[in-house]
C-alpha cells in the first residue's frame, strides 16, 4: 500500500516537473529567437527598430498566454503555490531577456528623434541667420515708391520749410 501511494506521488511531481520544462522550453525557445534576431547592437535603422518593437509586442502575447496557461494548470493541482511561483519565475526570466530588445529599439529611436529635432532646429535657425536677397513680399504702389526715395540721399536745405 506505501509503494503504491508514493508512486501516486513521485508520478504527480514528475508531471509537475516535466509540465514546467516543456514550458519553459517553449518560452525560452521564443525569447532565444528574438535575441538572436536582434543581439545587442544591432539595432541600426528606423525599420528595424520598429520591427523588433512588433516582435517584442508578439512575443510578450505569447509569453503571457503561456503563463495564464500554466498558471490555470497550477490551479489544478495540490501544490498550487510552488507551481504558480515556478509559472512566474519563467514568466519573469523571459519578459527581462524581452525587455532588453525592447529597450535597445526604443533607445534607438528615441535618438532618431532627438536627432531630427536637432536638424530642424539648425535649419530654422540657418534661415533666420542667412540674409535674404530681396524683399520676401513684393512692394507695389506708394510703398515701392517710398523705398526708392528713400534709397536716394535726400538733402535737406533751409528753404524747405518743415510742414507740421
Request: aromatic share 8%.
Amino acid at each position: 500500500m506505501k509503494l503504491s501511494h508514493w508512486a501516486a506521488k513521485t508520478s504527480v511531481v514528475f508531471f509537475f516537473f516535466s509540465h514546467f520544462a516543456a514550458v519553459a522550453a517553449q518560452s525560452e525557445e521564443l525569447e532565444q529567437s528574438l535575441l538572436t534576431h536582434y543581439p545587442a547592437g544591432s539595432i541600426s535603422t528606423i525599420p528595424t527598430a520598429k520591427a523588433a518593437l512588433a516582435e517584442v509586442v508578439a512575443v510578450r502575447g505569447e509569453v503571457e498566454r503561456r503563463f495564464a496557461e500554466s498558471r490555470a494548470t497550477c490551479l489544478e493541482k495540490f501544490f498550487t503555490s510552488q507551481c504558480v511561483a515556478e509559472a512566474k519565475e519563467l514568466r519573469r526570466a523571459a519578459l527581462y531577456n524581452i525587455r532588453k530588445v525592447e529597450v535597445e529599439a526604443n533607445a534607438f529611436l528615441r535618438k532618431e528623434r532627438a536627432a531630427e529635432r536637432e536638424r530642424t532646429i539648425s535649419e530654422r535657425q540657418s534661415r533666420a541667420v542667412r540674409p535674404l536677397d530681396g524683399p520676401s513680399i513684393p512692394i507695389s504702389g506708394a510703398a515701392r515708391e517710398n523705398s526708392n526715395t528713400a534709397s536716394e540721399p535726400t538733402v535737406n536745405s533751409p528753404s524747405q520749410a518743415e510742414k507740421p
